[in-house]
T-cell receptor, first 115, second 110 residues
């Protein structure tokens, strides 16, 4: 089945210790997104890739970086996690062939805990 | 004013009843509208998408869109305890960006 996969599902890191979250997709979608979601809040878009073009949201902290080495994979790097970065990190994809009917599909998420 | 607004709930309905979830949005250029279901600790799962005014039915779910009123709703017929979750409304303005509401928590009472 075509899908969006995130690894790991749960990540525990120490304050200030870099961490990398990964996302892969078999949908062959050209757009990949990273969201941060905290409890009882809406998902917050951090950045997205349209093919190889990287698009950062204006309010995304510099502490968050991303890489997309190929169509299938995208990584979220948190250079120096703080306690406030503890959240669910969601990867999503969309095809973006028709902007009117474009639909976003989410992976299972990675729950990040910062000690 | 928030771009996408939802009542946070909880909305409690008895098993077998119709649950009605509502969402309003502020940008008139919005083109496509989505309902996602999110169980506690899980990721959002697409339930319905709707692009044109009117109703769209899929099994027990019906999405309703009224662009003139900037309003989109989700009806869940024959509600089951397994429908208990947070329902996120999302709006796309024809760009890369999906704007999410904070969700309505639905509780279906057995």
């Amino acid at each position: 089945d075509a899908m969006v996969i995130q690894n790991p599902r749960y990540q525990v890191t120490q304050f200030g210790k870099p961490v990398t979250l990964s996302c892969s997709q078999t949908l062959n979608h050209n757009v990949m997104y990273w969201y941060q979601q905290k409890s009882s809040q809406a998902p917050k878009l951090l950045f997205h890739y349209y093919d190889k073009d990287f698009n950062n949201e204006a309010d995304t902290p510099d502490n968050f970086q991303s890489r997309r080495p190929n169509t299938s994979f995208c990584f979220l790097d948190i250079r120096s996690p703080g306690l406030g970065d503890a959240a669910m990190y969601l990867c999503a994809t969309s095809r973006r062939e028709d902007t009117r009917t474009d639909t976003q599909y989410f992976g299972p998420g990675t729950r990040l805990t910062v000690l | 004013q928030k771009e996408v607004e939802q009542n946070s709930g909880p909305l409690s309905v008895p098993e077998g009843a119709i649950a009605s979830l509502n969402c309003t949005y502020s940008d008139r250029v919005s083109q496509s509208f989505f309902w996602y279901r999110q169980y506690s600790g899980k990721s959002p799962e697409l339930i319905m998408s709707i692009y044109s005014n009117g109703d769209k039915e899929d099994g027990r779910f019906t999405a309703q869109l009224n662009k003139a009123s900037q309003y989109v709703s989700l009806l869940i017929r024959d509600s089951q305890p397994s429908d208990s979750a947070t329902y996120l409304c999302a709006v796309n303005q024809g760009t890369y960006k999906y704007i999410f509401g904070t969700g309505t928590r639905l509780k279906v009472l057995a």
